[in-house]
């Protein structure tokens, strides 16, 4: 299984800190996906990154990539409490693979 | 407007009955999945659909079936209901197939068989 696996599995900060999660996984990949589940509601998509991509910003948050170590981190910067959230990376190993998810890491920012 | 939206938001049921779970998106999206969620957290997709064509089945009971009568809509039929059952199911829905787009996910229906 290429299933992801996240690291840690919890994490608590103060608000304006920043939050590292990492995801590794085991065969190799077409893209990795970063989602966040805020408790009781659907995912919401935050960053893909393609196998041919080492890095990959969106606003607050920090994506890398390493295919030669089958690992990824995503980072938040100077989080807030609503960051609070479960947050999962998801692969595939083709374009035609279903997405397959990790267990999440559940990030918890106090404010 | 609401993406992808699921109905009901909770569903709780005796063993052994079938209820069903509606999807629509309206986003234009040609590809949408089932997902479960279970008590951990773990999520595991169930079906994709392209087109109102089915083009993944993984390892999922016969007693579920997926129904597509147009690619806005993917519904999910449950068949004598089991206590294992219980999980959160999620719909999604793709701009294409495969993993290649990011996907939109449904808020997410609470099924309880009891």
């Known amino acids: 299984s290429q299933q992801g696996e996240e690291d840690p599995q919890a994490l608590s900060i103060q608000e304006g800190e920043n939050a590292t999660m990492n995801c590794s996984y085991k065969t190799s990949i077409n893209n990795l996906q970063w989602y966040r589940q805020n408790s009781g509601r659907g995912l919401v998509h935050l960053i893909l990154i393609r196998s041919n991509e080492r890095e990959k910003h969106s606003g607050r948050l920090r994506v890398t990539l390493d295919t030669s170590k089958k690992s990824s981190s995503l980072l938040i910067t100077a989080s807030r409490a609503a960051d609070t959230a479960s947050y999962f990376c998801?692969?595939?190993?083709?374009?035609?693979?279903?997405?397959?998810f990790g267990k999440g890491t559940r990030l918890s920012v106090i404010a | 407007d609401t993406a992808v939206s699921q109905t009901p938001k909770y569903l709780v049921t005796q063993m052994g009955n079938d209820k069903s779970i509606k999807c629509e998106q309206n986003l234009g999206h040609d590809t949408m999945y089932w997902y479960k969620q279970d008590s951990k957290k773990f999520l595991k997709i169930m079906f994709s659909?392209?087109?109102?064509?089915?083009?993944i089945n993984e390892t999922v009971p016969n007693r579920f079936s997926p129904k597509s009568p147009d690619k806005a809509h993917l519904n999910l039929h449950i068949n004598s209901l089991e206590l294992g059952d219980s999980a959160v199911y999620f719909c999604?829905?793709?701009?294409?197939?495969?993993?290649?787009?990011?996907?939109?996910f449904g808020p997410g229906t609470r099924l309880t068989v009891t």
């Open positions: 999604a829905s793709s701009p294409g197939g495969g993993a290649t787009y990011e996907q939109y």
């Open positions: 659909y392209n087109n109102k064509e089915l083009i």
């Open positions: 998801a692969t595939a190993s083709s374009g035609n693979t279903p997405l397959v």
